[in-house]
């Protein structure tokens, strides 16, 4: 995996300036997606897995009404290995957020800063709805940056194709949770 790369430039001073930071990281990387497409996120996945020596996975998990407060885990269980588990959100929007949001976190190489015992997959994955909830819960403690540089990133990505319906999503949690509603409005 390549040595992670934190900016050592200010914080950005609106939204506006970290999509753009994230679409001018998009194009620098050579993975901006085709201006004219429905992004394909499964295709990017490979590109970005591809660009920092991983196999990813997209894994998607029910979570009931977890889901309001979670979108997702992202995680590298050994190395060359990055699963990224997203909640199944009942929109398509948030759905396709989720998993941008995720791998928002291997393409700025976002780092936890604690890091947190869990239960092997296969345990966590057999057992009921609630204990995998739990464990998505204990997130790796990204700090408030790390979570709106993965959000830029899904609003980067997906602001890209011809409806542009995400285009001008802002990223808070509160959003994620009325993401079909925010999705009805744009259909």
Partial sequence: ???????????????????????????????????????????FAERLGQTRG???RLLPVELGAAARE????????????AVVFYAHAASE???????????????????????????????????????LSAWMGTDPSYGAHDEAEADSLGAALLGYGPTRRSHRWVATAEVRAAASRLESAFT
């Fill in 70 to 81: 979670l979108c997702g885990l992202c995680t590298v269980p050994r190395p060359g290995v």
């Fill in 1 to 43: 995996m390549r040595a992670r790369r934190r900016a050592q430039s200010e914080e950005p001073a609106s939204w506006t300036e970290l999509v753009a930071r994230a679409r001018r990281k998009l194009r620098d990387e050579g993975l901006d997606p085709c201006p004219e497409s429905e992004v394909d996120l499964e295709a």
């Fill in 54 to 56: 991983l196999t990813i």
């Fill in 93 to 131: 929007l948030a759905r396709r957020h989720n998993i941008a949001h995720e791998l928002g976190h291997l393409f700025f190489d976002h780092q936890a800063r604690s890091a947190r015992f869990r239960p092997s997959f296969s345990t966590v994955l057999s057992d009921s709805q609630q204990r």
